[in-house]
């Protein structure tokens, strides 16, 4: 496909795309020719705009106007005119302040990830938490609340902790939940909450001896699982969306608004782009119809080799790929440093 742009047709979509991530604005050749050194007329200009619209990589929304880029203008852009910009030394030291003054449990990692990506590019971000299912389980502790009621702390190499106020049974002292917990964490360590066995839970079974303390067991590991089933998401800079010029008109952007808080099929959405590496969906090439006009950057981060979530970037279609890329591909990278963090 590239074959049929030669470098000056190549300079000029550049230009003509840049121009137009910059203003919102339809752009001219006169105004190319004022702006960029192309080296050539603004009659020349004209032309290979003509051509880039015929070939489908500009569009023309009046006759009277300039032209704007096609998804197939911004792909290729995306793919072989630009290189994500390096994040400054500056933005790193910021975004680290950000982290280490906001955050203090593993949850609001993700959640300062999200307000971070939105902040940064102006644009709505999502942050996919993994399921808790997928991390290992690390230890079972018990904290005294009072005579009757324990505080059980249910932590995973990952860092996610689960609490619960638990009720004693009646004769059970704080003495016998301490040593529940070790038999729980020495049949249990290494095996990920998804994957803990029947015959795992029976042999603690078999050394607790108690089937109340059991019971009181198993609750803990079954609320653990399901929370854990469940992943998160979370989502930055709605507000951000309606600061756009293309989306001033409340209307034209309900329904992409109304689907950003259909949850599950957000999840999908990211499902669908969850792989290796970052990957830029643009315009039509959206499955969805409400994010036609709206391009997805998506990126998915890894802990220890294991595919962890995805974090990404949706915006208009006139949206600074350069800066977002490069903010994700930090933040990729930026975000297992800070889940580590949590490592007990």
């Known amino acids: 496909m590239s074959d049929e742009l030669d470098a000056r047709k190549k300079r000029v979509l550049r230009a003509v795309i840049d121009d137009y991530i910059e203003s919102a604005e339809p752009v001219g050749s006169r105004t190319l020719a004022r702006k960029y050194d192309l080296g050539v007329s603004p009659a020349t ?106 505080i059980t702390v249910l932590m995973t190499d990952a860092g996610f902790i689960e609490n619960k106020i638990l009720e004693m049974p009646s004769g059970a002292t704080f003495e016998d939940f301490q040593r529940m917990a070790k038999v729980i964490n020495m049949r249990l360590e290494g095996h990920t909450l998804r994957t803990i066995e029947q015959h795992s839970l029976t042999e603690i079974r078999d050394e607790i001896r108690d089937e109340s303390l059991y019971e009181a067991a198993l609750e803990i590991i079954h609320r653990a699982l399901d929370s854990g089933r469940r992943e998160r998401l979370y989502l930055g800079g709605t507000t951000q969306m309606l600061e756009q010029p293309e989306f ?84 990729n990278q930026n975000l297992t440093d800070v889940i580590k963090r949590f490592h007990w």
């Not at 689907?259 to 969805?288: F, R």
């Open 248 to 331: 001033h008109d409340v209307e034209k952007v309900k329904d992409t608004l109304l689907m950003l808080e259909e949850e599950e099929l957000m999840k999908d959405i990211l499902h669908a782009h969850m792989g290796d590496g970052l990957e830029v969906t643009i315009g039509q090439e959206n499955e969805d119809k409400h994010f036609k006009d709206s391009s997805i950057i998506t990126a998915t981060y890894h802990l220890d080799g294991e595919l962890l979530g995805t974090i990404a970037v949706l915006g208009p279609t006139r949206m600074e790929y350069a800066k977002a890329m490069s903010l994700l591909e930090y933040m």
């Open 45 to 150: 200009i004209r032309n290979e705009m003509a051509d880039l619209e015929m070939l489908g990589y500009l569009e023309q929304l009046h006759t009277s106007s300039g032209r704007i880029p096609s998804s197939k203008g911004y792909r290729f852009y995306v793919d072989g005119l630009i290189s994500p910009k390096p994040v400054s030394d500056e933005e790193k030291e910021r975004i680290d302040k950000w982290y280490r003054a906001r955050v203090r449990r593993i949850e609001e990692v993700f959640q300062e990830t999200a307000r971070i990506i939105s902040q940064v590019t102006k644009n709505v971000s999502l942050v996919l938490a993994p399921q808790m299912t997928q991390a290992q389980f690390r230890c079972l502790q018990f904290l005294p609340l009072d005579d009757r009621r324990v």
